[in-house]
């Protein structure tokens, strides 16, 4: 399975911007998709996840209202659209895909993307 994560960059705080994770070599409707990130000199954090199968998703408290995670079928890409950014949304976005079942534990992911960069500024 390999993750190709892209659509990081520099946004006003307020601003948005969609992050895409394109994922290929891999039968994903036993998955769990998810988003991490990881800020400077901290340790990384679930972000959302979402379903293969169902499309049912879950987002950390910080995020829910500002992000939503999707998925298209399809293209086999999984979509995070942030809204209403602030600089403490700031950190490299990973997306992940795992088989055991909801976990907000990165240790349980099985497949990494690289990351993406999202800086948001004051």
């Known amino acids: 399975v390999q993750l190709q994560a892209s659509g990081g960059g520099l946004v006003q705080a307020g601003g948005s911007l969609r992050l895409s994770c394109a994922a290929s070599?891999?039968?994903?409707?036993?998955?769990?998709m998810g988003w991490f990130r990881q800020a400077p000199g901290k340790e990384r954090e679930f972000v959302a996840a979402i379903r293969w199968s169902t499309g049912s998703t879950y987002y950390r408290d910080a995020v829910k209202g500002r992000f939503t995670i999707s998925r298209d079928i399809a293209k086999d890409t999984v979509y995070l659209q942030m809204n209403s950014l602030k600089p403490e949304d700031t950190a490299a976005y990973y997306c992940a895909a795992g088989t055991k079942g909801y976990s907000q534990t990165a240790s349980l992911y099985e497949y990494w993307g690289q990351g993406t960069l999202v800086t948001v500024s004051s």
């Open positions: 070599g891999g039968t994903f409707s036993r998955y769990l």
